[in-house]
RNA sequence: GCGCCUGUAGCUCAGUCUGGAUAGAGCAUCGGAUUUCUAAUCCGACGGUCGCAGGUUCGAAUCCUGCCGGGCGCGCCA
């Protein structure tokens, strides 16, 4: 059980000898003032109205009737009205040798008892490779699905690849064009052509294997071709970017499957389709979407919508508990008319979240890099891991939260790469394993932490030390209830930062043995948080650096 | 014009969901610390009308309304 859980517990326990109609939920939060306790609450100040008392007064008496578990509260205050929460110093050293004992599984929790979720993810379109807006969404959902999966969640992420309609078209006349042109042919470059430099590269790769011999083949050849070089190099960029997809499912095989026919009968048998000016129309506006949606144009061709909608189907069919669709904000217009869509399918509204991202303000120097895909103008995601590193973008991507719009500046990133949190949360771990590559030289064995003294951590840095080391579960499974991941970088720097302290104070190793022993417990819990916290991100800790 | 996100220290951002105690970090700037397990470190100082104006409340960065600035989106495009 949770600290937390436990207090609360004890709290519910007082709360019942005053009466009241409704009891207000108990809301612990973590004070910023260390005299403030480990935890507070303002129950008393919620209470008072109907009470008819101070919060004061309320307090005094919560406090009176609270029994204290002596093994998880060392004592409780009124202050101001607030209810402090002073833990004991054995909660503190129990948990530490828990965290021993569940070393890689500490802060995995059972919240999400086995639940099925499926994470849609990237899903960037194959007419070009991945650039640095799609690696922020990247290194977020790949982050996400990792919390969800210490959560108990098992967790299957897709990648959805549309792989058919005007834009591929445009990806095979492009790639065309680039070939003749290779081939010495004067043509002209189409009009919504891809105009990066990866398809002159492809296009080179054609020329260089196969000669001149496409030089009469249609465009749909040219579409598959450009696209498998693509789509190739999109899952070894995410390969090396740590992304792991489990399922790649292409738009296509929806139509193949027949399962974009099947849901347009659907809905029309349930009348949320109607023809008006030739197209042929959905019903969205019935279902909070701002006005009804195309899904089948006058010329006779199916709009995206179509296959959105059969797609979603058909994950449900494949039975998840839960749907989440990592999006770039970019489509935040989209998002009304597919909830509508869920919704008119009869699955509940709550079973599909989708969490977007803000986009990433790239810039060099302070200035601006202008992104488009189709001018062939980006900075990509193999070009960032290599200038800047992929445990610093995974890292940065990560920092914030995905509402807020991250300034992303290349130079800036590399230039202040030393002092990059990054380091700075790796060089701890670092420290600590040379720490223990010491003691093994000095032929000090680590003993098992049953036998040891752990009363001896008593500085006030090693407490600030071993209550920061037991929040983290409880930072996991705030991650994995309001999907977001910035909580966790942030944790571990605060990690690193009470630890590189504590390191500048005292010494682990020393002549009295048993101090050393009970330091050695010490750091190896800030050992095993901080690698399961980098391994949340994706990222290796480091023995040295 | 409408919609979504956003505005907190010189810069980049936590905190806003669930109102609470003196609004927190990092970077930058300035000053200091090492005969010691890694100085990619530590300690200290400086730095705030929480965009603006109202409202609700015992109490507002947090909730409500209006306004202003920034980003994105708003097609029978993909």
Not at 273 to 301: C, H, M, N, P, T
Request: aromatic share 10%; glycine share 6%.
């Amino acid at each position: 059980m949770e600290i937390r859980e436990k207090i609360i517990e004890s709290l519910q326990e007082a709360l019942k000898k005053i009466k009241v109609k409704k009891y207000p939920e108990v809301l612990l939060e973590r004070p910023k003032e260390r005299e403030h306790g480990d935890f507070s609450t303002n129950i008393s100040f919620s209470l008072a109205k109907e009470l008819k008392k101070s919060p004061q007064e309320i307090a005094k008496r919560l406090v009176k009737d609270i029994r204290p578990d002596s093994k998880v509260i060392e004592r409780v205050e009124e202050a101001k009205g607030f209810i402090n929460f002073f833990l004991t110093e054995e909660l503190l050293f129990e948990n530490l040798v828990e965290i021993s004992r569940k070393e890689q599984d500490y802060g995995r929790s059972k919240m999400g008892k086995g639940e099925r979720i499926q994470i849609e993810m990237v899903s960037v379109n194959p007419t070009g490779p991945l650039h640095v807006g799609h690696s922020r969404g990247a290194a977020f959902a790949d982050t996400l699905a990792n919390i969800l999966e210490a959560s108990d969640y098992q967790v299957e992420r897709e990648y959805y690849i549309n792989d058919i309609g005007t834009q591929m078209e445009n990806l095979g006349k492009s790639l065309r064009a680039r070939y003749l042109e290779l081939l010495g042919e004067e043509v002209a470059f189409p009009e919504h052509g891809y105009q990066g430099e990866y398809l002159v590269e492809i296009a080179r790769r054609l020329k260089d294997r196969e000669g001149d011999k496409h030089r009469e083949e249609k465009i749909e050849f040219f579409t598959q071709y450009a696209y498998s070089d693509i789509i190739e190099s999109i899952k070894k960029d995410l390969e090396d970017f740590r992304i792991r997809i489990d399922s790649w499912k292409r738009e296509s095989d929806l139509y193949k499957e027949g399962k974009v026919k099947e849901i347009l009968k659907n809905l029309k048998k349930k009348g949320y389709l109607y023809e008006k000016e030739g197209a042929l129309w959905f019903r969205s506006s019935q279902f909070g979407d701002e006005k009804d949606r195309v899904i089948r144009k006058k010329d006779g061709s199916l709009t995206y919508l179509a296959s959105d909608i059969a797609y979603h189907e058909d994950k449900f069919k494949r039975r998840f508990d839960h749907l989440i669709n990592i999006w770039g904000a970019d489509h935040h217009g989209y998002v009304e008319r597919l909830q509508a869509a869920i919704s008119a399918l009869g699955h509940p509204k709550k079973s599909l979240d989708i969490v977007l991202y803000q986009l990433v303000k790239l810039s060099r120097s302070g200035k601006p890099v202008a992104m488009s895909t189709r001018r062939g103008e980006f900075i990509t995601l193999r070009e960032v891991m290599d200038e800047v590193g992929r445990d610093v973008a995974r890292f940065s991507f990560c920092m914030r939260s995905s509402y807020s719009h991250l300034d992303f500046d290349l130079e800036l990133a590399k230039k202040e790469s030393p002092e990059n949190p990054v380091y700075y949360v790796e060089y701890a771990h670092a420290r600590i394993s040379s720490i223990f590559k010491k003691a093994k030289e000095g032929k000090i064995e680590k003993r098992k932490i049953q036998g040891i003294d752990l009363k001896l951590l008593h500085t006030p840095e090693e407490k600030s030390i071993l209550k920061l080391l037991a929040l983290f579960p409880d930072i996991i499974t705030s991650c994995a209830r309001s999907y977001q991941v910035h909580s966790i970088p942030n944790y571990l720097r605060e990690v690193a930062s009470e630890f590189h302290t504590f390191y500048n104070r005292h010494r682990v190793l020393s002549e009295d043995a048993e101090l050393t022993q009970a330091r050695l417990a010490l750091v190896e819990g800030v050992r095993i948080v901080l690698r399961n916290g980098l391994r949340l991100l994706g990222i290796e800790a480091p023995q040295r650096m």
